[in-house]
Each structure stands twice: as structure tokens, then as C-alpha cells.
């Protein structure tokens, strides 16, 4: 047989299937569906390619828009009225949802993640009289909703209040509710159980304001929840009613991120924690402050694993912050890792960091899935930390150009990152020869947005300014110190650390100053100015 002259539709409908498949679905429809040829039709019309459909795209900075208008138009018209009962999950834009929901009949549908939301969209779209009316009610049982970066909202209670009133008397059958925003950060604990409850709702992926908005969630209103993933931005004290403290039987995976002291988390995450006695997936994402003891696994295994008999999977980052002077049995990282082993942990991973008066003890589960790194310094182990964005770095012994060359390679998804430290890097690196290979390479960061400098050294302005040390092709923020910053640049005439520069579009210093020609030059599209 000759190979050559075999016409793509001449392939059997398994190969066809097969080479399909490793397409984008979303290409895939555009391109064949309604191409005069009924055979290719009824391809792609298969569920593979038809049940899952997402009208979106990301920037490389995390931005989401709506796909071309040219693409929007042609499956408005064409291609959603003919695969519209194989639809069930559509992931939307807020800006062309209404378009999009308008131009079928999806009475298949039943998951929706909408991205850009706003309490304008919310107040448009989740309520009786809605455009919707003949899919929202009785069909979603799956709503993502992901808010507008920096989206401002004037009330949160009267907001959460609204929201979550209409939520669950619009949505009648939501199983799953998810509202993504790393800084809204909702209020329940004024809520009533009238205005907020489910008797349906098995899954709740939400971020709240303080610690007794978790307590007021678990209180019986939501009483065939199983599935609570929670970011609580404040661990407060001053707890202002009471709330049903009994166990939480049907409670079967838990994830928390949050902050707290020392004290706020024995007397306060650990109580929580022994209530769930029916767990069987735990993640724990906690930065501890002002603990006298690191977090072990001697500690979890006698105050939270004892009431949790049916746990097998636990996912985990701990951060113990304390002052030198403070802790009580300080351990090695190997002596931590050795008491998670003793319990059957064996993919632990521990970093102990001392840097001046404080220490830093970061214990996690492998590979690591956390996506914030706060305080670490020059030694930390050789994994790849995929999914760390954020990156903290302190120490009071100098960073070498090396360790820069080791973040890189070790955090590869890194996004922002703030350096700290005092030390002259000049001090190691002028006794490197210069034909040290690692001296010579050039440190690249490809996804870094975000660079805080502050008070370290001028080394390091100019070890990450200077593009023959440092590539940094997507920087937009930068925050320095204005003197620092015209020493390294010269007066914004350099043209070694003019490069790093020139896709800055937000600076942030203290100084309020009349800039020159030259920085404006040097700056050419920088649009804001912070003051912090």
C-alpha cells in the first residue's frame, strides 16, 4: 500500500478518532463540523468531542477573555444548535455567557465555570426573572464561579447575604459551589439559617473572612456537605456567638489554608480538625506563627490522626514561625522527617531555615502541590516545586549567583518573588574565577511578573537588573528602592539593566518624586506609581 496518496478521510473511523483526540476539542468542531461532509460530521459530533466546552482563553499573565469573535460567531450560528444535547459543562466568559447561553437549548447541561464574575453579573443573571430561568434552577448542579481579579465590592456582608440567599433558592439542585478569588474573602456569621442553607449541597470550595465564618457554615446548615475546601484569611479570637460544635460525621475530605498563631491553632484548627472523625482526604496548607515546637509528626499522629481512623490521604505544607529564643526542642529536618516516617509518611520533604533571631520550619508532603513559599533560605533540597508561584527568600549569609541558577531550575512556575537580604553577594562572588561556568550563566525566570527588592543589597539590584545576569522577559512589577534603583542604573542611562526594565508597567517605591526624561525612557510603559 502506498502510504502517500492516503487521503485523510480515507483512514478507518478508529484512526480518525485517534488523531482527533489529541486535538483541542474546541478546534476540532470549528474546523470539521458543517464541512459538507456527513461522515466527518457525525465524527465529531461524538460525546469526546461535544460534552465539555470552554470559550476562553489565558494570557500568560493569568487574564482570562473570551475566544475571537470569528470563532464565537460561527458556533453561535453553527455548531452549538447541533451538538446541544451532548453539552454538559461549559466553561464561560461572564461577558459573552449570555450569548453563549442564549444560542441553544441545553437540556443536557449541567456544570458551569464562569470567569469575570461581578455582583453585576450576579445581580443580572441569579435571580427569577433571569434569561436563564430555563437552565439555572433546576438543571446546574455544578457552579464555578471565578471573580474579576482586583474586583472592588462596596458591603461584603450585604453582599455574601445576597449571594448566598440567591444561590441557594435560585440554583434548587446545586450539588457543588466554588467561588475563586484569592483576595474576597466572604462573611457568614451573621447569617441566618434560613438565608443560608442547603439540604443538596455535597462539595464548597469558598474563601472566608475569619475563623468563626467557618464555624457558622458547619453549624448544621449545609447537612450533606462531604466536600469543604476552605481559605480562612483570619483566625480571630474573639469568637462573637455560639455555634454548634457537634461532630461532623458525613464530612469526608477537608482541605484549609490559612494563617494563625501558635496559640489560635492548638486551641482552635486542632478542635476543629478532631471534630472531622469520618475523614478520609485531609490537606493542610498552614503558616503557624509563635509556636514554641515545630509541627511533627508525633504531634499530628496524637492530636488530629487519633479521631480520624478512616484517613488515607493527607497532602500537606506546615510553615512553624517562631523566634530562636522561644522554641522548645528545636529538631533537625531530619529528625522532623524521621517522625512522619515512624507514622508511615514516607515522602516528606522538611526545611528548617535560621535567620538571625528567627526560625522558619517548613514540613511538606511529596511532590509538593502548594502553590506560596515564605522564608527560606541558601540550602533548601533538590525537588521541583511545580506548582510554587510565590516564592519568599531571606537569609543573613549572602545569596550567590548560583542560588539564583537553582531557584530558577527548581521553581519553574514562579511568578513572583521577593528577595530579602542584607548581605553584599559581592562578598562570595569576587573570589569566583571568571570562568566558573555557573558565574557565566544567565539566570532565566520566564513566567516572573512580580519582583520585590526593597532594602537588600545593591548586589542584588544588580543581580537581577542586569540582563547579563538575569533574563526577566515578563517582569511588570517591581519594587525597589528609589536610591538603590538610580545607583544600579546610573541614573536611568545604563544599558545593561535597561532591558529588565522596559515591560515594567508598575513601580512601586516610597519616594514621590518628578522623574526625569530619562526614567520615563527607561520605564516606557510603566502606568502606575505605589507609595506601600
Not at 463540523?33 to 465524527?43: A, E, H, P
Not at 472592588?152 to 475563586?180: A, C, G, P, R, V
Not at 530558577?408 to 542584607?422: D, E, G, M, W
Request: proline share 3%.
Amino acid at each position: 500500500m502506498n502510504w502517500s496518496n492516503i487521503n485523510f478521510l480515507d483512514l478507518p473511523n478508529e484512526i480518525l478518532f485517534i488523531i482527533l483526540k489529541k486535538l483541542d476539542n474546541m478546534d476540532v468542531l470549528y474546523s470539521l463540523l458543517n464541512v459538507d461532509n456527513q461522515r466527518l460530521d457525525m465524527v465529531v459530533q461524538e460525546k469526546m468531542f461535544t460534552e465539555n466546552l470552554s470559550f476562553i482563553i489565558t494570557t500568560s499573565t493569568g487574564e482570562i477573555f473570551p475566544i475571537a469573535d470569528h470563532k464565537m460567531d460561527r458556533f453561535c450560528k453553527n455548531i452549538l444548535p447541533r451538538i446541544n444535547n451532548n453539552i454538559k459543562s461549559l466553561i464561560l466568559e461572564s461577558g459573552s455567557m449570555e450569548r453563549i447561553l442564549l444560542a441553544a437549548n441545553y437540556a443536557n447541561l449541567t456544570e458551569i465555570k464562569l470567569f469575570n464574575f461581578t455582583d453585576k453579573i450576579f445581580s443580572r443573571y441569579f435571580k427569577v426573572n433571569s434569561p436563564f430561568h430555563r437552565i439555572f434552577p433546576q438543571q446546574i448542579t455544578d457552579l464555578i464561579l471565578v471573580y474579576k481579579q482586583s474586583h472592588h465590592i462596596f458591603s461584603m456582608e450585604q453582599y455574601t447575604n445576597e449571594l448566598h440567599k440567591n444561590i441557594f433558592n435560585f440554583f434548587k439542585n446545586l450539588q457543588h459551589l466554588s467561588l475563586n478569588e484569592s483576595c474576597l474573602f466572604l462573611s457568614f456569621r451573621n447569617l441566618s439559617l434560613r438565608t443560608c442553607s442547603s439540604s443538596n449541597l455535597k462539595k464548597l470550595c469558598i474563601a472566608v473572612k475569619r475563623f468563626d465564618d467557618c464555624l457558622a457554615l458547619l453549624d448544621g446548615r449545609l447537612k450533606e456537605l462531604t466536600t469543604f475546601i476552605l481559605d480562612i484569611c483570619t483566625v480571630n479570637d474573639n469568637i462573637s456567638a455560639v455555634y454548634n460544635m457537634d461532630d461532623l460525621p458525613n464530612l469526608k475530605c477537608f482541605s484549609l489554608i490559612c494563617d494563625c498563631s501558635g496559640k489560635q491553632y492548638d486551641s482552635k484548627i486542632v478542635p476543629l480538625l478532631r471534630r472531622m472523625f469520618n475523614l478520609e482526604e485531609l490537606t493542610l496548607n498552614i503558616i503557624i506563627e509563635n509556636r514554641t515546637r515545630f509541627i511533627d509528626g508525633t504531634h499530628l499522629k496524637n492530636e488530629v490522626f487519633a479521631r480520624m481512623p478512616w484517613l488515607y490521604k493527607f497532602t500537606f505544607h506546615i510553615s512553624t514561625e517562631t523566634k530562636l529564643q522561644h522554641l522548645v526542642h528545636g529538631l533537625s529536618s531530619d529528625d522532623i522527617q524521621q517522625t512522619f516516617s515512624n507514622i508511615g509518611y514516607k515522602q516528606v520533604a522538611c526545611i528548617i531555615n535560621n535567620c538571625y533571631t528567627n526560625a522558619d520550619c517548613h514540613v511538606f508532603s511529596l511532590p509538593p502541590v502548594f502553590d506560596t513559599l515564605h522564608s527560606i533560605g541558601n540550602t533548601f533540597p533538590s525537588i521541583v516545586f511545580s506548582y510554587v508561584t510565590f516564592l519568599l527568600i531571606h537569609d543573613d549569609v549572602p545569596f550567590k549567583h548560583e542560588f539564583f541558577l537553582q531557584v530558577a531550575k527548581f521553581f519553574p512556575s514562579l511568578k513572583r518573588l521577593n528577595v530579602l537580604n542584607i548581605k553584599s553577594e559581592s562578598q562570595i562572588s569576587d573570589n569566583i574565577a571568571s570562568t566558573d561556568n555557573q558565574l557565566s550563566s544567565i539566570v532565566e525566570y520566564p513566567h516572573l511578573i512580580s519582583l520585590h527588592l526593597g532594602l537588600s543589597h545593591t548586589d542584588y539590584y544588580e543581580q537581577f537588573l542586569n540582563n547579563t545576569r538575569t533574563h526577566l522577559p515578563r517582569l511588570t512589577q517591581l519594587k525597589v528602592n528609589y536610591t538603590r534603583l538610580t545607583f544600579v542604573t546610573e541614573n536611568f542611562t545604563r544599558d545593561a539593566t535597561r532591558l529588565n526594565c522596559t515591560n515594567v508597567k508598575r513601580l512601586l517605591i516610597r519616594e514621590q518624586l518628578v522623574h526625569s526624561k530619562d526614567f520615563y525612557i527607561y520605564f516606557p510603559v510603566v502606568t502606575s506609581f505605589c507609595t506601600p
